[in-house]
């Protein structure tokens, strides 16, 4: 364990702004009168902030507490436009047509008509399209979004690959790469780091248990920056601390990546010098720069619960 820099490649800004696409992601509009209050009681984020800000990271969860999507909420003229990812966006779409009841609100699928790009650099002048800071890390990046044959002017040429690999060098989770939707809740994804949980704002869907999560210090498990001794294998291996099941690894690029964890059992293996690997290559567990939480104290004689 270890404190880490991110990979320069990936997160060199010379200057010049990079545009990338984003085929993955899909956008998803709710607009009306009451557009505002409808998501402020569904999602993790403050829909104020986002009204001040431009732009906010969110969930929504099960009444359990586990995130269903995750995504980002931009405000549009008229309402919000909803970033996440192109597979679930349907059932995202229904899902919230489910809590509509009758709020006068208007929930559409509007990924034919928008396209969503990530940028990186200089603020890029993108005109006809809406431009915010990525919301969850100051420096992370851009967030592109607007008609198709505008974004696409805008591309230099890179793939999503490319985005990717800034995550990772960022410490930077995403569903379904890093956690598996309905398993995690916010804590698992880093999400509270991230600027994605307004515990201050009151009620949302499973606020109760994320509340007391945090106000308890229970959550165990977390994204972490891992370095292979070498290339790593493929996203979903097993992580293991010494003989014990610690984790399952998400985004590879290279020998760097992003891994969900038990940071006791993490801990734990360093205690006693054992070895951290995944498909038998070695790992160097890292914190991400922006986290708030910390290696649990132990000691080589400890035992960690299942």
């Known amino acids: 364990m270890s404190d880490d820099t991110p990979n320069e490649q990936a997160t060199a800004d010379d200057g010049q702004s990079r545009l990338i696409l984003l085929p993955s992601r ?10 505002h209050g409808f998501l402020q009681n569904l999602l993790t984020c403050d829909m104020d902030d986002v009204d001040a800000d431009g732009a906010g990271y969110g969930a929504l969860l099960t009444p359990q507490g586990k995130i269903l999507f995750d995504f980002l909420v931009i405000a549009d003229e008229g309402g919000y436009l909803l970033d996440t990812q192109q597979e ?15 709020s006068k609100v208007e929930i559409a699928d509007v990924s034919e008509t928008l396209k969503v790009a990530a940028a990186f650099g200089p603020k890029p002048e993108a005109e006809g399209c809406i431009v915010v800071a990525d919301p969850r890390l100051a420096g992370f990046g851009w967030r592109v979004i607007g008609p198709p044959a505008a974004v696409d002017a805008l591309a230099t040429g890179e793939s999503e690959a490319s985005y990717h690999a800034r995550r990772v060098a960022f410490g930077v989770p995403e569903a379904p790469f890093d956690f598996a939707l309905g398993d995690a809740f916010p804590h698992d994804a880093d999400m509270d780091d991230l600027n994605g949980v307004a515990f201050d704002k009151g009620c949302f869907i499973g606020q109760e248990v994320v509340s007391r999560m945090r106000h308890r210090g229970t959550a165990r498990r977390r994204i972490i920056k891992v370095t292979g001794a070498s290339a790593l294998p493929a996203p979903g291996t097993e992580i293991l601390a010494g003989e014990k099941p610690a984790g399952t690894l998400g985004t590879v690029d290279g020998n760097a990546g992003l891994a969900l964890v038990r940071l006791d059992r993490i801990a734990q293996a360093a205690a006693r010098g054992e070895q951290v690997a995944a498909g038998g290559v070695a790992l160097q567990p890292t914190l991400p720069d922006f986290a708030t939480f910390t290696w649990p104290e132990t000691s080589a004689n400890a035992e960690t619960a299942e």
């Open 88 to 102: 679930t966006a349907a059932d995202f779409a229904r899902r919230l047509g489910f809590y509509k009841l009758r």
């Open 26 to 35: 899909a956008v998803i509009r709710v607009a009306g009168t009451e557009a």
